[in-house]
């Protein structure tokens, strides 16, 4: 019994500008209900991203999905979004990185909708057009017209 007692340790911060009892006491009832909140609980699962040790851990079913894009982190907003625990791993073996996403068997319905969203917010960017090509295309326009009032401001004088 006493070394059981003697192999644990209990390390307890506080801080301060004086210690009194009553500052003392307010830390060890906080302490005590930690350890029994911590001791009752049960262990949490880890939820969203995560390694694939860690989902695999889970006992759930691992599956997974290839993905080749760079702009992987649309893809985590829209993941999260739904609720979805998967893990990312970057496979550079051939010419272009791609990237797998492993996630649970039982989230593939959750998955699905989460890559449908994401696959739209990719098509809607690339149907955007580009601001800086916009930008280019205004800025000749204006160069043009300034052109344009040179010569005829040289014409008019001319008269």
Known sequence: MQEEVENRTVALAVSTTRMTGRVLKAALIKLLAEMKKSRDSPPQIPHGKQSVKELIGQNAGVSNIE??????????????????????????????????????????????????????????????????????????LVQAKVMDRVKNKDKELTR
């Open 67 to 140: 993905i080749t894009d760079k702009n992987i982190k649309s893809f985590e907003q829209v993941a999260r979004k739904y609720g979805v625990d998967y893990a990312l791993k970057k496979d550079t073996t051939g010419e272009k990185p791609k990237y797998l996403v492993f996630f649970k068997a039982r989230d593939a319905d959750a998955l699905t909708a989460a890559f449908t969203e994401y696959t739209a917010k990719v098509l809607k960017k690339d149907k955007q057009p580009s601001i800086l090509e916009q930008l280019a295309k205004f800025k000749a």
